[in-house]
């Protein structure tokens, strides 16, 4: 095995345990969203009063701003959505560092489909999130401040570029089979 090919196999043992732990997470704070939302929709009054104390913001002149429960379940129902594209692009780019740990070529079909998919879940990321960020402003400070992740975009660009050229490499692997 050449220098190189062995690095990022041992590399890719490192990401691999990274990117579980980030799984796991993303994960737990999909179940958080998932009872928050609960308490929101199902609870009685009481649990859902109290519930609701938790998330009063005091501002830097000493009010107290409170959010309604409408509110605080449309910020749940994005974080929701934000996670759970967050857990699916970590699941793709695990899956494709799991295959370098185990000694196959990135340079696949299946890898170059998985980067296309997070290349899609990186640019609707960046429109919820810009969504997210909208409405966590309007709700605490009233403003509806509207910014789009144009970084986000340029990322998602970035990455469908990539698999592109993977998909040459995918290309480039196969003809070099054929002739051996």
């Known amino acids: 095995m050449k220098p190189s090919q ?10 691999s345990i990274v990117l579980k732990v980030g799984f796991i997470v993303s994960n737990v704070i999909v179940l958080l969203s998932l009872v928050a939302i609960g308490i929101l929709v199902f609870s009685g009054e009481d649990t859902k009063s109290s519930f609701l104390a938790a998330f009063n913001v005091t501002a830097n002149n000493g009010t107290t701003i409170g959010i309604e429960a409408r509110s605080l ?12 594209l967050i857990s699916l692009a970590i699941f793709f780019v695990s ?26 879940i990186t640019a609707v990321l960046s429109i919820v999130g810009s969504c997210s960020d909208a409405l966590v402003d309007y709700y605490t400070i009233g403003e509806l401040t509207w910014r789009v992740h144009i970084i986000g975009m340029i990322v998602a660009l970035i990455i469908y570029c990539i698999s592109l050229i993977f998909s040459y490499g995918c290309d480039l692997q196969r003809e070099s089979d054929e002739t051996l």
């Open 6 to 15: 062995e690095k990022i196999r041992s590399m890719s043992k490192i990401i």
């Open 73 to 84: 379940l449309n910020l749940f129902a994005f974080m929701l959505i934000d996670t759970i």
């Open 95 to 120: 899956a494709i560092f799991d295959e370098i740990r185990k000694g196959y070529t990135p340079f696949t079909y299946e890898n170059t489909a998985r980067m296309k998919k997070i290349a899609m």
